[in-house]
């Protein structure tokens, strides 16, 4: 069965903010950077970022290797690389 859920991930080392859809994007595509060091922060943060563009989480933020990650539902349309 194939992976369509859209994720936010957040690199907690460069801080960027990624929306990954579905298993066959690998890289996603950054759609901002937030200004947090620490997890509570960063999740905060990621979600003021992800709102102003139309974005919400549906899940909790779950701590990975390298950052956060959530699945999201998109309201609005999100740019993507082209």
């Not at 929306?19 to 890289?27: H, N």
């Amino acid at each position: 069965m194939t992976d369509t859920n859209t994720y936010a991930y957040v690199d907690a080392e460069t801080l960027d903010v990624r929306i990954v859809r579905g298993e066959a994007d690998k890289v996603g595509t950054v759609v901002g950077r937030v200004d947090a060091v620490d997890s509570p922060a960063l999740s905060e943060a990621a979600d003021k970022l992800l709102a102003t563009l139309g974005v919400r989480p549906v899940s909790d933020w779950s701590d990975v290797e390298g950052g956060l990650f959530a699945i999201v539902e998109e309201t609005a349309a999100v740019p993507t690389a082209g």
